[in-house]
Every structure is written in structure tokens, then in C-alpha cells.
């Protein structure tokens, strides 16, 4: 069965300092892994994706993750915060040999950036 | 301009009155899903469909239905609402992967606010 876990429920950073939110995932086989951003009423966006390629991903606004399936991790990170990242961020996994139609969200991460 | 829509985006009912929250896709995807979202509990899938004729139960599949007649629609059902189904749906849709053999990225509807009294 998949799972994912969202260590941490609340990030605070400051302006201009880095971010870091982390994922950690239950699959039988090599995942897909996602990282999404909620922001206030709003719909949800992908920031970045992977899918068996490079391990090291780049995604829109700055975002990065790295897959480390040794750590059977995906931690989403920023070298330096903007307000306008201020957002609830969703990693999620999708297991091709559990059922390929299936995704499990965390249950998210509340990124709050003071000025 | 391709993109998922949800109607009606706000509703309040009552128990027990059956409803349906309507799901198209212009993008031509194969899967399909319905979420919910609850404070703290982040999406929960309830339905999904990786193509026509064929649907399979999320995670909190109880009190729901579903159907997928053609590729763009997927509506949602709710034969006898309860109050505990109040909530923010959310639908979405992706291509299979062509890497992985999963779904690809999901593209969202805006949400329909249930409420259900």
C-alpha cells in the first residue's frame, strides 16, 4: 500500500531565508511523486514531478526536490522564500503497480513567510 | 483554453436530498478523480476512473457514486447526503504516464463547497 508523510504540518520562514518541506513515502515499487501548492481559495497547482528520471528535480518558482529512494524521501526545497510563496504545499505519490489511477495526498504543509 | 470545470461551485442542502456536482475535462485525459478536502486531512480520493466504463473506489468511497459514460464527464453523486459529507470537492483529471505507467499530473477544478444541514 502507498502512504505519504508530511513531517511537519507548519514551516515559518523568513523572507530571503531557505525552505525546506518533507516528504516521506510508503510504495511497493518505484513511484510517481508530486509536489502541489494550494494558495488561499484557491485551486491546486503542480510545482514539480517525478517520474523515474532524473532524481533531482526543478520545478516553477525556484522549488526543487530530490528523490532518495535509499531515504524513501522527497523534501521540497527553496534557497530563498518570497511572500508570495506563502501556501499550503501537497506531496503525493502514485504507485503504477498498487493501482495506476490511485493517489495518496499528505496532509499538507502550511508554509507561513514573515517579512 | 483546456481546463476542468465543477458545477455548481457552492451548494447547500439538506439531508437526504440527492445531488449530483457535475465534472468536465477538455483535455482529452484518460483519468479522472474526485477529492475531498477536509482542514488537517489534506485530499482524500474518493472515486477514480482511468477511462470510460471504468471507476474504481479511493480511499472514502462510502456515500458516494460515480460514473463514467464518456471520456470528459465525471459526476459525482451523493444518493442520500449527510452532514459529515460536508466539505471542499475537488475534481481533477491527467494523462497516463507515459514513464511510469501511472496517473501524470492532475489538473484541478476550482473546488464546490458542499454543506450539507
Known amino acids: 500500500a502507498q502512504s505519504v508523510t508530511q513531517l511537519d504540518s507548519h514551516v515559518s520562514v523568513s523572507e530571503g531565508t531557505p525552505v525546506l518541506l518533507r516528504c516521506n513515502y510508503s510504495s511497493s515499487y518505484s513511484p510517481s511523486l508530486f509536489w502541489y501548492v494550494q494558495h488561499p481559495n484557491k485551486g491546486l497547482q503542480l510545482l514539480l514531478k517525478y517520474t523515474s528520471a532524473a532524481t533531482l528535480v526543478k520545478g516553477i518558482n525556484g522549488f526543487e526536490a530530490e528523490f532518495k529512494k535509499s531515504e524513501t524521501s522527497f523534501h521540497l526545497t527553496k534557497p530563498s522564500a518570497h511572500m508570495s510563496d506563502a501556501a499550503e504545499y501537497f506531496c503525493v505519490v502514485s504507485d503504477p503497480t498498487t493501482n495506476a489511477g490511485k493517489s495518496t495526498f499528505g496532509d499538507g504543509t502550511t508554509l507561513t513567510v514573515k517579512p | ?117
Open chain 2, 1 to 117: 483554453e483546456a481546463q476542468v470545470t465543477q458545477n455548481p461551485r457552492y451548494l447547500i442542502t439538506v439531508t437526504g436530498k440527492k445531488l449530483t456536482v457535475t465534472c468536465s475535462q477538455n483535455m482529452n485525459h484518460e483519468y479522472m478523480s474526485w477529492y475531498r478536502q477536509d482542514p488537517g486531512l489534506g485530499l482524500r480520493q474518493i472515486y477514480y476512473s482511468m477511462n470510460v466504463e471504468v471507476t474504481d473506489k479511493g480511499d472514502v468511497p462510502e456515500g458516494y457514486k460515480v460514473s463514467r459514460k464518456e471520456k470528459r464527464n465525471f459526476p459525482l453523486i451523493l444518493e442520500s447526503p449527510s452532514p459529515n459529507q460536508t466539505s471542499l470537492y475537488f475534481c481533477a483529471s491527467s494523462h497516463e504516464s507515459r514513464t511510469s505507467g501511472s496517473s501524470d499530473t492532475q489538473y484541478f477544478g476550482p473546488g464546490t463547497r458542499l454543506t450539507v444541514l
